[in-house]
């Protein structure tokens, strides 16, 4: 099964809006990371942030961590068209050995 | 800049027939794998290598088996395709195991 589950499915907002996806995860992890696909196309690494950090920014994205909640959220601030893309967090078990566990992904829609 | 670079963009084969896919990286990178995609899934891990010559099954190794002769190069073998391998593949890399993985475009496979 899938370790990380993105929440919503699918965003559709206006161009300047924030858009924010949240991922959430079962066991504990080393670091989450997020990626970027655009459509028919691999994915791209935005961020990663470890277990012991709570929040990291990169531009325009902000990246939290509530390892309590096992939960994450990535925020795309002042969208643009540009921004309309699949994002998928995936974790990195705390278990040794395992490896990087996607899940299924949010569309991102940004209209102009 | 950092490349992977995956032989097909699409690829259309009949069930039965042996299928070749192949990766290239040029970052030096010890750790290669190969991903399939469909919808609603997300990325589910095949295999993957962490040096040359050696492999280590993943999440859904039936089916497949690879190849890695050459730190640069990892190759997935389908020994006798069906339907429903039809799918988007995707070949990645990275130097530290779980973090920052680079992504080839990927190939949509349709096995008919």
């Known amino acids: 099964s899938q370790q990380g589950e993105e929440d919503p499915q699918a965003l559709s907002i206006q161009e300047g809006e924030n858009a924010t996806m949240n991922c959430s995860y079962k066991?504990?992890?080393?670091?989450l990371q997020w990626y970027r696909q655009n459509s028919g196309r691999g994915l791209v690494h935005l961020i990663l942030?470890?277990?012991?950090?709570r929040e990291k920014h990169s531009g325009r994205l902000r990246v939290t961590l509530d390892t309590s909640k096992k939960s994450s959220s990535l925020l795309i601030t002042a969208s643009r068209a540009a921004d309309t893309a699949s994002y998928f967090c995936?974790?990195?078990?705390?278990?040794?050995?395992?490896?990087?566990?996607f899940g299924g992904g949010t569309r991102l829609m940004v209209k102009p | 800049d950092v490349k992977v670079t995956q032989s097909s963009r699409y690829l259309v084969k009949r069930t039965g027939e042996k299928v070749f896919l192949e990766c290239v990286q040029d970052?030096?990178?010890?750790?290669m794998f190969w991903y399939r995609q469909d919808p609603g899934l997300g990325l589910r891990l095949i295999y993957f290598?962490?040096?040359?010559?050696?492999?280590e099954k993943g999440d859904i190794p039936e089916g497949y088996s690879v190849s890695r002769e050459k730190k640069e190069r990892f190759s997935l073998i389908l020994e006798s395709a069906s339907t429903n391998q039809t799918s988007m593949y995707l070949c990645?890399?990275?130097?530290?195991?779980?973090?920052?993985?680079?992504f080839g475009s990927g190939t949509q496979l349709s096995v008919l």
């Open positions: 990645a890399s990275t130097r530290t195991p779980n973090e920052k993985l680079f």
């Open positions: 066991t504990s992890i080393n670091n």
């Open positions: 942030i470890r277990s012991n950090e």
């Open positions: 995936a974790t990195e078990p705390g278990n040794a050995g395992n490896m990087l566990t």
């Open positions: 970052m030096d990178h010890e750790n």
């Open positions: 290598s962490y040096d040359v010559k050696m492999k």
